[in-house]
């Protein structure tokens, strides 16, 4: 089972930043934070991850609490192609080699006009 | 760099028939992932692959099946199939090692059993 929540569905205005969340209450020491993305009939994208600090790169940012037990997805500029099912996903690092991603329903991004 | 490529991209069975599903993974990555994605259950794992032996395996009965080859390339079987194995099937790759492990995805093969 996942070991994340994510709320069903979330609407942006086109251009405005899109705030997706994920709570991961139990999420432990050495398991990071994934986000991925999938695009109707695409496979899924790999958009970002991280432990416990927070993770910028070209298409997002990732937010992650002190406790680490939530985390959010930060779309500065959200455009209609990003209008997606976003996944986050926790999973084993380190010498846990590559673990298996466990998807759950994710969030469907709807962007908007 | 190319991406992750399958084959075939679409696919047409009967019921009891079997069916061979090819993925190429990036240049230079190892590990190949398998999910099944269906509507009703979303994305699961299949198995994983790694330097030519399996090294994860999802909860899928017997019928599923996989195997690399020393190019990293892979394959996946589904033997006896049934409507229920109708799905998009997806290939990811990854370095493998525990600091890569971002999984690339294909575009997927979509099976449909009749």
């Known amino acids: 089972d996942a070991k994340t929540t994510q709320p069903p569905s979330m609407d942006c205005a086109e251009g405005r930043a899109a705030n997706l969340p994920c709570n991961h209450s139990t999420i432990s020491g050495n398991e990071y934070v994934y986000w991925y993305r999938q695009i109707h009939s695409q496979g899924p994208q790999y958009i970002i991850h991280g432990l416990k600090n927070n993770e910028t790169n070209e298409m997002a940012s990732l937010i992650i609490t002190e406790d680490r037990k939530s985390s959010t997805l930060i779309l500065p500029h959200a455009t209609l192609r990003d209008t997606a099912v976003y996944y986050c996903i926790v999973r084993g690092g380190g010498n846990s080699g590559n673990t298996p991603l466990v998807f759950g329903k994710g969030t469907r991004l709807s962007v908007i006009a | ?114």
């Open chain 2, 1 to 114: 760099k190319a991406g992750v490529t399958q084959t075939p991209r679409y696919l047409i069975k009967t019921r009891g028939q079997q069916v061979t599903l090819s993925c190429s993974p990036i240049s230079g990555h190892r590990s190949v992932s398998w999910y099944q994605q269906t509507p009703g259950q979303g994305l699961q794992f299949l198995f994983e692959y790694f330097s030519e032996t399996q090294r994860n395996k999802g909860n899928f009965p017997g019928r599923f099946s996989g195997r690399q080859f020393s190019n990293s390339r892979s394959e996946m079987n589904v033997s006896t199939l049934e409507l229920g194995d109708s799905a998009l099937y997806l290939c990811a790759s990854s370095f493998g090692g525990s600091l890569y492990n971002e999984q690339f995805f294909g575009p997927g093969t979509r099976l449909t059993v009749l």
